[in-house]
Nanobody, 124 residues
């Protein structure tokens, strides 16, 4: 089992920057691809970004490409989401996710473990 806890959410003005963090506990001796999702009020949860265990490969939703950056601590199940120039459309609860993997350079958009989420509100 793996437990995920997000932090770093809050209220930010449009155009400012925000960094989300996700820390894992439990079976951190295994290897995981990790990612971020978000869910805005009245909408379904959507994929934001993912990163391979090795950190070599990343994948982004078109809506955040070029603005958000996913990264991780090498060899650790800790992942970050740097949010640059956010807009009010980025307002959502952001969830960290993880999936145990074998291929250390592969990303995925399907996950088994989820955090509780952290609220990000972008004001105009």
């Amino acid at each position: 089992q793996l437990q995920l806890v997000e932090s770093g959410g809050g209220l930010v003005q449009a155009g400012a920057s925000l960094r989300l963090s996700c820390t894992a506990s439990g079976r951190t001796d295994l290897k995981y691809a990790m990612g971020w999702f978000r869910q805005a009020p009245g909408k379904e949860r959507e994929f934001v970004a993912s990163i391979s265990w090795s950190g070599v490969s990343t994948d982004y939703a078109d809506s955040v490409k070029g603005r958000f950056t996913i990264s991780k601590d090498k060899g650790e199940a800790t992942v970050y989401l740097q949010m640059n120039t956010p807009t009010p459309e980025d307002t959502a609860v952001y969830y960290c996710a993880a999936r145990q993997i074998i291929l250390i350079h592969s990303t995925t958009r399907e996950y088994d473990y989820w955090g509780q989420g952290t609220q990000v509100t972008v004001s105009s």
